[in-house]
């Protein structure tokens, strides 16, 4: 079993900045990939960026890409999410997810059920 813990999120200014963090544990982390998905009040979960663990590929949903930068970094377990240019709309309750399955396709890894392990979400608000 995989437990991932997500730290980093707070209240910034539209523009600013947050890196958020998720720390895998329990065993040997021995996922394919790490994701972050974004979940806003009365909206679906939704894609944010992936990451392939052995490789480190990325992914960007099209509403953060030149914005935000997904990382790993392997000796500790640890996924970032660097997020910046942040902008209101980029508010919600951020999830850090691992998968044990690596696609081929950026797009195999949008919805939620693809993935096998979930953080508990570290809220981001962004003021204006």
């Known amino acids: 079993q995989v437990q991932l813990v997500e730290s980093g999120g707070g209240l910034v200014q539209a523009g600013g900045s947050l890196r958020l963090s998720c720390a895998a544990s329990?065993?040997?982390?021995?996922?394919?990939?790490m994701g972050w998905f974004r979940q806003a009040p009365g909206k679906e979960r939704e894609f944010v960026a992936a990451?392939?663990?052995?490789?480190?590929?990325?992914y960007y949903a099209d509403s953060v890409k030149g914005r935000f930068t997904i990382s790993r970094d392997k000796s500790k377990d640890t996924g970032y999410l660097e997020m910046n240019s942040l902008k209101p709309e980029d508010t919600a309750v951020y999830y850090c997810?691992?998968?044990?399955?690596?696609?081929?396709?950026?797009?195999?890894?949008?919805?939620?059920?693809?993935?096998?392990?979930w953080g508990q979400g570290t809220q981001v608000t962004v003021s204006s």
């Open positions: 997810s691992a998968s044990r399955i690596a696609y081929s396709s950026g797009t195999n890894y949008y919805p939620p059920g693809k993935w096998d392990y």
């Open positions: 329990g065993r040997t982390f021995s996922s394919a990939a």
């Open positions: 990451i392939t663990w052995s490789v480190g590929r990325t």
